[in-house]
């Protein structure tokens, strides 16, 4: 698996990687550290020159993270590009073929405010990779599922088997939240026939799905995620229901979403 991890050298941003290692326990990976110099442009020499400082302290900064993971069986390369942060990320992520965007976020109010107006939010607009945030608080350690939210009538199967091959590759077992919007017989007969999906087409597969009665779905995934910290939570941005209201374009809803739980956006 081949992932790229964006670095702005903070605690965050740290954190990302060692979640990316935690998740590289099966056959070859490599991982793709990425530091991205914003330019201010300015002909002036001292522009220049902190230009230089910039990348040579970039430099420094990577070899010591890449001389503290030399030991793992990871495959380690570095790239330091000058642009836009969100341009760059997506840029590279493509010509290198990537199979994942890790990235930290910032925040501790909510994805809600984690997401709009930062860097997060632009680069999962710009990428055409999955990308998966990790808030301060995620802890491989913790991890045991991937949990997709999905409302039945909208999902593709095409996530759902991207999904699954992520739990075999990470070794995590997959649950599927069911969003129940009314009692209607449709929804339940759609219910039932992904139960059987499951089962017929991935036997082996440890699976749960979960039905959750909640017209807001922001607000159904607040309470079911209040106390669990063993998931990363799986949304395909197509679903834009669901998406528009964590990313507030929707302001119909109160932010409801902590940021203990990490993100992964299926694109």
């Known amino acids: 698996m081949k992932i790229l991890i964006p670095l702005d050298f903070s605690d965050n941003s740290v954190k990302a990687l060692e979640f990316a290692k935690g998740l590289c326990k099966k056959g070859e990976n490599e991982i793709i550290l990425l530091h991205v110099v914003e330019v201010v442009y300015d002909f002036a020499s001292q522009a220049a020159i902190a230009l230089d400082n910039m990348h040579k302290d970039a430099r420094e900064m990577i070899s010591k993270l890449k001389k503290k993971h030399e030991h793992d069986s990871i495959n380690y390369r570095s790239i330091i590009k000058e642009g836009t942060a969100s341009i760059s990320i997506a840029r590279i992520a493509e010509e290198e073929d990537v199979d994942m965007i890790i990235m930290g976020t910032h925040g501790v109010s909510g994805i809600k405010k984690v997401l709009v107006g930062s860097t997060a939010v632009e680069v999962i607009k710009e990428a055409r990779t999955p990308v998966l945030l990790i808030p301060s608080e995620g802890k491989t350690s913790s991890i045991t599922k991937i949990t997709l939210a999905l409302e039945i009538s909208n999902h593709e199967e095409e996530y759902i088997h991207k999904v699954v091959g992520l739990a075999k590759k990470w070794e995590l077992s997959l649950e599927i939240l069911h969003f129940e919007k009314s009692d209607d017989f449709r929804e339940k007969l759609a219910e039932k026939g992904l139960q059987v999906f499951l089962k017929e087409e991935f036997p082996d597969l440890k699976s749960t799905l979960i039905s959750i009665k909640s017209k807001e779905l922001i607000k159904g ?47």
């Open 221 to 267: 995934l607040d309470q079911y995620f209040d106390d669990k910290t063993d998931s990363i939570l799986a949304m395909c941005h197509q679903h834009k229901n669901l998406w528009e209201q964590v990313t507030g374009k929707s302001r119909s809803l109160e932010m409801a979403y902590h940021t203990h739980v990490p993100l992964l956006v299926m694109l």
